[in-house]
Every structure is written in C-alpha cells, then in structure tokens.
C-alpha cells in the first residue's frame, strides 16, 4: 500500500496511515471542509454570514476558508464577530491577532465585551462569584454571540468547532448525564428554529484538531498556542486528555466516536424536540427558563456588588 501522496516531503499522516506534503494536505483539507458544507448543507446560495472569531487557529482557520468562498460567491456575505470576556494576558493577544487578520484581508470586524455589555470583565466577575470559569464565560458568550448575531442580521454564524471539541462535548454530556444537551449539538446546533435564534454551523466539524493545526500553520493562521489561563480548571481538559491518549493508542477513536453519534443524532432531536422556548422576562431573549441564564448571574452579580458595598 502507497503511505506517501507524493514525493514531497509529508507534514501530516491521517488516521488510516496515509501521509501527505502541504500542497496535497491543503487540498485534503479544503475539501473536506466543503464537503462537511455540503453534506449537512451549512451554507445556501444566499447568506449574510458570521464567523465567531476568537483569534485563535480554528476561529482564523474557518474565517479564512469561509472568505475565500464568499471571494468565489458574492451572494454569500462575511462578518466576523469577536467577543472580549475580559480576560488579561489571553484574551487581548487573540483579538489583536483577530484585529489584524481582518485588517489584512479587508473583513469587517464587531467587537463586543463583557465589560460594556454586562458591567465587569470575566476576570473581574470570577473574583466576585463562586463559579466555574467556562460555565459563567460560556452562557454569557453564546447569550451575545447571538444576540449581536441577529441585531446585525446575520443569517447564520460559523464557529470555529473541530472534531475534537464536539467528541469532547459528546463524552462530557455522556459522563454527565446531559443527554439532552447532546442534542442540541451536531454540525448545525440546536433542536428546533426559532426567530431568535440565529442558526450556528460548524464547517470543521469532520477536521481534528491536528489537522486544523497544521492547516493553520502552513497558511501562515497560528497564534503562538495562547491557551486561555482558566483551561486548566475545566472538566473538558480532561475529557480532551484522556480522548488525546486513547486516539494515540487507537487511532480513529475521535473519528467513531462522532460518526456513531451522528447516527443517533436525528432520534436525540426528536426526542427533546417538545422543549419550549420561551422568552426571558427580564431581557426579552430565548430561554428554556422564564429567566435565561444570563440574567440570573447578572442578577447574582448585582446582588453579590451590593453585599460588598
Ligand atoms: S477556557 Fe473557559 S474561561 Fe477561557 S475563554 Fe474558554 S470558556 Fe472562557
Ligand atoms: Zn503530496
Ligand atoms: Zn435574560
């Protein structure tokens, strides 16, 4: 059996054994980051597109793809979206790497904090309350990635979501019995639509994390690895640990792991389709709760502020 594509010198082998040099790899890569648009049909011929972009190399790696796409399609429009949790010595480096890719390729580029939109910065919130770092960062982020996502009249937002992120997220829902929050993932989130809502899709949703690495690196996309301080503290570090041991020692696992799931996906989301949406009293946005998420830690926030005053 051939393991080399060429007789270029090979930056990357696959999970069945194949090695390939940039050029193939490149090509390899695209595809199948068009093929995954195609498959799940991510993109209609008419979009007013979002990318989230957090500056880091598969936000970089899906903006750049999604560009050039839109460069070939004009009818398919791009925007990026960034958001500033507020959290020093990471999340600054990031943007400034997001700032300059829009610059560079003449992308237009929304900014949105924490610290504007609900009163502090992420750091500052965490001194404050007594939760974990990714829970609290988590809802407020998705809460003004769409938010902001449909007040610009996005059609639908692109996440930079490989492989690894959605095995992780399965296995994570599994251990704790969070199934229902399983079926709300898959290349294109959520169970049912709702104006609300704006419709997110994750092209790389068939590329490792490895992979997107080394397209990152060779289309000149990576950051300097800036991994966020509060990582370290998160249940998914050690999902993506054990995922990382088990693939190297039986490589595909990722790969089986999702494919499996995606084959139970349609039956997940019919069984929880009967959820209502309903809106949050306080702020007017999509909820599961009669108060969303959000509001209840701004709520816990302000409180928490007038006990120390
Ligand atoms: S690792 Fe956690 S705290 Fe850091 S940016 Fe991601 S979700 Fe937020
Ligand atoms: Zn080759
Ligand atoms: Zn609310």
């Known amino acids: 059996m051939k393991m080399n594509c060429c007789s270029e010198k090979p930056v990357i082998g696959l999970p069945s054994g ?18 995954t648009i195609r498959q799940f049909d991510l993109i209609g011929r008419e979009e007013n597109l979002g990318v989230a972009l957090s500056g880091g190399k598969d936000s970089l790696t899906v903006l750049h793809i999604l560009n050039h796409l839109s460069k070939q399609n004009p009818k398919i429009r791009i925007n990026a979206i960034a958001i500033d949790e507020g959290i020093a010595g990471y999340r600054d480096k990031t943007l400034a790497k997001a700032i ?3 610059t560079k390729n003449n992308i237009e580029l929304h900014i949105f904090s924490y610290k504007e939109e609900f009163g502090l910065p992420l750091d500052e919130m965490l001194k404050i309350l007594d939760v974990k770092p990714c829970t609290i960062c988590g809802i407020f982020r998705r809460y003004l990635l769409n938010k902001k996502s449909r007040e610009l009249k996005l059609t639908k937002l692109a996440t930079g979501h490989n492989l690894d992120d959605e095995c992780q997220s399965i296995i994570m829902n599994q251990l704790k019995n969070n199934i229902e929050a399983s079926a709300r993932l898959g290349p294109k989130v959520g169970i049912i639509q709702n104006d609300k809502f704006v419709q997110r899709i994750k092209p790389l949703y068939l590329c490792m994390e490895k992979e997107v690495t080394a397209y990152a690196f060779i289309n000149g996309l990576l950051d300097d690895f ?30 089986s792991t999702v494919n499996s799931f995606l084959q139970i996906l349609p039956l997940l989301k019919q069984k929880f389709k009967g959820g209502m949406i309903k809106v949050c009293l306080k702020c007017n946005e999509a909820s599961a709760n009669d108060v969303c998420n959000a509001c209840v830690y701004l709520e816990r926030l302000k409180k928490s502020i007038v006990k120390v005053e």
């Open 18 to 35: 194949e090695k390939l040099c940039k050029s193939h790899f490149t090509d390899y890569f695209e595809n199948k980051v068009f093929k």
């Open 100 to 102: 300059d890719f829009c």
């Open 226 to 255: 800036t991994e966020c301080p509060n990582v370290v503290h998160s249940f998914r570090a050690q999902v993506r640990d054990i995922l990382n041991d088990m693939e190297q020692k039986f490589p595909g696992t990722k790969y």
